[in-house]
């Protein structure tokens, strides 16, 4: 069957929305994704909560705790997502960091993405080298696309390692930095996404971390074939009605 | 030198390198360096003289004749805890900063759990005139208060990690996290056996030098080439890893680690690793943490908080494996005992963790002619106020 990723991947001024799961509230995941794919949301990052996650600033540290106080875990998320694909069209990714992927049991993980429709996994914390030796064939074979990230700081021979890995698209971290704090649209910024598009790498790539506004999404968007926004998103939608708050935020970020 | 660690930074099935894609370069060019480094003769030369002159070492193997008598044993203690700090940590804190000179970094940042290795690595930082900013958990800084000032003298920026359960491993993740936000200029200088490969490995060769010192001590103190025993408090594990290093290999000397206990394993209030965790990945490396059955990490109890930490140094976590290292809980009033049995038999009041240590004289059942060595990896003065309670 086909990734769903591939069918959006070569659009233009893709908007990607990260979201954790289980927050604001436990049963949210499901008003969430109907809500983002209707408001024209083009691909979809839920995140797992995990205590500890050193990549995060404070505000999606401050959504997995309180995912975890509400009682969110991998299998409750799984269940939750269990007709996905009834009301769903839109391509899925799982972000989490490995140690909750892990103890739930890699295979367990996939053969539960596959079941539920997950296109796609983003795990920070699992590099390419550990990925390749021990789960690359199992995520292969069940057509799930792991996504790798590029900072400003790889190498273009870790660059070219990367692309040949990955299936989907590349995530690219627009600085060297936590999740939370906006871009400076900065010349080195402007020189580095260059740079990026004239390797014409295999995969398309969406630039993250510090996107939050129409302003950074569109000057990313000259670069990349879209975007991902986290923080920004979950800030919004932490109060009020999110019907309301996802429909704003949605149609403010994709206005032409 | 044995050599524990393969090329991937695996010891057995634990290790590795979990990082973020960010923290790659970093972490790539110090795998690719860090070999070559400490073994050049010119950081040999540097490392040893500031050890000596500096430090104050060798560290003592002194022979606790009272003790030894009261559990009818011999008693040795390697006497860390006489080193300028206070403690092992400055062993490799000025290694690592030595390491760090090299590599052309500019800032220093560390975490700390109960001060002492954040002591040594503010002043390793004053000493080299490095820029230095330790996180501490901010209920460590409440139980640690005089580290924290001692810090702040030495010219070193203290930030209280907020986070979590507030101590060692919210301190590890705030650190994480200025490292991937300042990857260029900033080295972290990790405290323990713990962390991506190659901290770890680094970490145990450069606290090696405690067994390093026990070849010839053993001998001179003994007339024996090896002890039967050696024991040591383990949180991360630096000092377990230290003390055992020069001896992994031989079967003959038992290897025993104190773990804390807290209120007890079954207490809710414990950070007892090896009896209560299970295989996991926290702060980039694969090795036994103690976790829920989600996944998420269980927030840890002890009264010292330097084994206040919920994994173990993967070198650890492999040799019991093995079966080459035993794990003995020991509660935070057994470690208290502990500390004040040895300052009033021998006038040496112990770091809470090395009491943790000594509270296995009490656990275990010795013969009159074996030879008992037991890791003073840090002197009490930091935690007086919790001795006080109990006076």
């Known amino acids: ?256 | 030198m044995d050599n524990f660690v393969n090329d991937e930074g695996y010891f057995g099935a634990y290790g590795g390198a979990f990082i973020p894609e960010i923290l790659h370069p970093n972490v790539k060019h110090l795998q690719n360096n860090y070999l070559q480094i400490i073994n050049s003769e010119d950081f040999k030369t540097e490392l040893k003289d500031l050890l000596k002159n500096y430090v104050g070492r060798p560290s003592p193997l002194y022979h606790a004749k009272r003790l030894s008598e009261l559990y009818k044993t011999n008693i040795y203690l390697k006497r860390e805890d006489l080193n300028h700090t206070g403690s092992h940590k400055i062993n490799n804190a000025l290694g690592q900063i030595l390491l760090a000179k090299k590599l052309g970094k500019t800032r220093i940042i560390a975490e700390t759990g109960a001060g002492q290795h954040g002591v040594a690595t503010a002043t390793a930082a004053a000493l080299f005139g490095m820029k230095c900013i330790v996180y501490m958990g901010e209920i460590d800084m409440q139980r640690q208060a005089p580290n924290v000032k001692r810090m702040q003298m030495l010219g070193t920026e203290v930030i209280p990690a907020l986070s979590g359960s507030k101590t060692l491993k919210d301190a590890i993740n705030e650190a994480m996290r200025d490292w991937i936000n300042n990857s260029k200029d900033t080295y972290y200088l990790i405290g323990s056996v713990m962390g991506p490969h190659p901290y770890p490995d680094l970490v145990g060769r450069l606290q090696a030098i405690i067994s390093e010192e026990l070849l010839t001590q053993v001998e001179e103190e003994t007339g024996k080439a090896y002890p039967d025993y050696i024991i040591a408090c383990v949180g991360g594990g630096s000092n377990a890893t230290g003390v055992f290093y020069h001896f992994i290999n031989n079967d003959k000397v038992k290897l025993i680690c104190a773990e804390a206990a807290g209120q007890g394993i079954e207490s809710g209030f414990s950070a007892a690793t090896t009896h209560l965790g299970s295989v996991g990945i926290l702060h980039g490396f694969k090795t036994i943490i103690m976790q829920t059955k989600d996944g998420q990490i269980e927030e840890t109890h002890s009264i010292s908080a330097g084994l206040d930490y919920p994994g173990i140094g993967p070198l650890l976590a492999d040799l019991k494996d093995k079966n080459k290292c035993s794990f003995i809980p020991i509660t935070d009033e057994e470690a208290i005992k502990a500390g004040f049995l040895l300052s009033q038999k021998e006038g040496i009041i112990p770091a809470l963790e090395s009491a943790h240590a000594l509270a296995i004289l009490d656990k275990m059942q010795f013969n009159i002619d074996e030879n008992i060595i037991i890791n003073i990896s840090g002197r009490g003065d930091k935690d007086l106020e919790t001795y006080f309670k109990y006076l």
């Open chain 1, 1 to 256: 069957m086909e990734n769903r990723i591939d069918v959006v991947k070569n659009k233009k001024n893709i908007l990607s929305v990260y979201f954790t799961a289980g927050y604001p509230s436990l049963n949210d995941t499901e008003t969430i994704i109907k809500l983002l794919e209707e408001n024209g949301a083009d691909m979809i990052e839920v995140g797992i909560p995990f205590s500890d996650p050193t990549a995060d600033g404070p505000t999606i540290q401050e959504s997995t705790n309180k995912a975890i106080e509400n009682g969110m875990s991998l299998q409750l998320l799984f269940n939750q997502l269990k007709s996905l694909r009834q009301y769903s069209n839109i391509p899925i990714l799982l972000m989490g960091y490995f140690n909750v992927i892990y103890q739930f049991g890699v295979e367990n993980f996939i053969e539960n993405c596959k079941k539920t429709g997950i296109d796609g996994t983003i795990i920070p914390d699992l590099p390419l080298n550990e990925y390749n030796k021990d789960y690359k064939r199992l995520f292969e074979e069940n057509n799930i696309y792991n996504i790798f990230f590029i900072s400003p700081e790889t190498n273009i021979d870790r660059i070219k390692e990367i692309d040949n890995a990955s299936k989907g698209f590349i995530y690219v971290l627009s600085a060297s930095q936590t999740t939370g704090k906006n871009i400076s649209e900065s010349k080195s910024i402007e020189t580095y996404l260059t740079h990026l598009k004239s390797l014409n790498l295999s995969n398309p790539f969406l630039v993250g971390f510090g996107i939050s506004n129409k302003q950074s999404f569109d000057y990313v968007c000259q670069y990349a074939n879209g975007a991902i926004i986290g923080s920004a998103f979950v800030k919004a939608i932490a109060k009020g009605n999110l019907e309301e708050s996802i429909k704003n935020f949605v149609n403010n970020i994709k206005k032409v």
